[in-house]
């Protein structure tokens, strides 16, 4: 009895860490948390994998345009924020989109650096060729990611 107590101790930390991995960050308490911080246009997207994000998979994203419209209703600046269902998912993801801009697009590997970043499920593009994800941009995407 007394190693049994133990290992059940054990083997239910073990349970909820691994759940508490499966899926760190969601998609609405960082869309509100943006929000309440001053971000302007975070949209939820239901199916991210139309219109250019999520990678080729149906996970929850938001699209971002802090910088408006541009000419032609264009947006000057587009991020995509994809949420995967876990962290695996989530490296796959980055390594899918960083293939393609280098094989498909010529991007350099720091042009890449400049544009798409990732933290744990998450991954954060940004669409625009000539704006890369600002400093200010970043911090406050990673202040904001949620649970």
Do not use: K
Request: a positive charge.
């Amino acid at each position: 009895m007394a190693v049994l107590i133990p290992l059940l101790a054990l083997a239910l930390a073990a349970s909820a860490s691994a759940a508490a991995q499966e899926s760190p960050y969601q998609a609405r308490p960082t869309r509100w948390c943006l929000i309440r911080h001053g971000a302007q246009r975070p949209q939820s997207v239901t199916q991210p994998h139309l219109g250019g994000l999520g990678f080729g998979q149906p996970y929850d994203a938001i699209r971002w345009n802090p910088g408006g419209p541009g000419a032609l209703g264009i947006p000057r600046d587009l991020i995509g924020i994809e949420f995967a269902p876990n962290p695996a998912r989530g490296r796959a993801s980055e390594r899918q989109v960083r293939h393609i801009l280098r094989a498909d697009y010529g991007y350099s590997v720091a042009w890449i650096r400049r544009h798409l970043m990732r933290r744990a499920n998450v991954v954060i593009a940004a669409y625009s060729f000539n704006r890369p994800l600002t400093a200010a941009q970043r911090a406050l995407l990673l202040a904001c990611l949620r649970p």
